[in-house]
């Protein structure tokens, strides 16, 4: 049976809460987590990590310091949504370079080439939408 919830009946934390619980989770199929949940190693130059994974897609989290880039590389046949969750930066293309700052969203086929970097004075977060899923199976 399928759940619904009436955020003005309920509230959204009471809400998030039926959504998310496990037991709810398992019998719907659906998975949620939180980017700031998510933290860095002081260790780690970036960070790049697998934030949800789908049957044919899947959501990366990217952290890029100040002065910090993605190395260019291209995702074969998976198309790239690529979201900017905070921060400014720049995103390149075979056409030129376009800011690319908090808000922004862009999408690129497998075979375009990213290239990202972070021309702020923080933190660069996005999120990177690809399907079908990144490496394929």
Do not use: W
Request: glycine share 10%.
């Amino acid at each position: 049976m399928a759940r619904s919830c009436s955020i003005s009946a309920v509230g959204r934390n009471a809400c998030r809460a039926l959504m998310v619980r496990q037991a709810d989770a398992t019998t719907l199929g659906m998975r949620s987590t939180r980017i700031q949940d998510v933290e860095r190693p002081a260790a780690e130059a970036l960070l790049v990590r697998v934030l949800l994974e789908g049957q044919q897609c899947n959501v990366r989290l990217i952290r890029l310091g100040p002065g910090q880039a993605l190395p260019p590389h291209r995702h074969g046949i998976s198309e790239l949504m690529l979201y900017a969750v905070s921060g400014r930066g720049e995103l390149g293309s075979h056409e030129g370079s376009m800011p690319f700052e908090a808000g922004a969203l862009a999408c690129l086929s497998g075979d375009e080439e990213l290239r990202v970097h972070n021309t702020g004075a923080g933190e660069l977060t996005l999120l990177a939408f690809l399907a079908p899923k990144f490496p394929p199976a």
